[in-house]
Nanobody
Framework: QVQPVDPGGGLAQAAGSLRPSCAAP????????LGWFRQAQGKQRETVAA????????YYADSVKGRFTIPRGNAKNTVYLQMNSLNSEDTAVYYC????????????????????WGQGTQVAVSS
């Protein structure tokens, strides 16, 4: 089960940066494909980014492409979402998710593909 650790969310000004993270204590995330999702108030959950198990393939939503990246952390069981050039439309609760998979280079961009979810961390961007 993934859980947010030192979430790195919170409040940022427009054009600023944040870096939420999540970890899976007792679990090796390198055996999982990873994903970040967000849900703004009154809206459906949407995919932000996805990363294959080996990290070679990524997916980014058009709304965050060029601004967000999903590098793996130094620890094997930590994943980050580096968010730069934030704007007010990025305000949402952000969730990390993991999917155990045999396939090294497949990423998954649908929320229903993921079985383990973090608790979510609030990100608010002020203009």
């Amino acid at each position: 089960q993934v859980q947010p650790v030192d979430p790195g969310g919170g409040l940022a000004q427009a054009a600023g940066s944040l870096r939420p993270s999540c970890a899976a204590p007792g679990c090796t995330l390198s055996r999982n494909a990873l994903g970040w999702f967000r849900q703004a108030q009154g809206k459906q959950r949407e995919t932000v980014a996805a990363l294959s198990r080996r990290g070679g393939n990524t997916y980014y939503a058009d709304s965050v492409k060029g601004r967000f990246t999903i590098p793996r952390g130094n620890a094997k069981n930590t994943v980050y979402l580096q968010m730069n050039s934030l704007n007010s439309e990025d305000t949402a609760v952000y969730y990390c998710a993991a999917k155990a998979t045999y396939y090294s280079y497949a990423y998954y961009s649908r929320s229903q593909d993921f079985g383990s979810w973090g608790q979510g961390t609030q990100v608010a961007v002020s203009s």
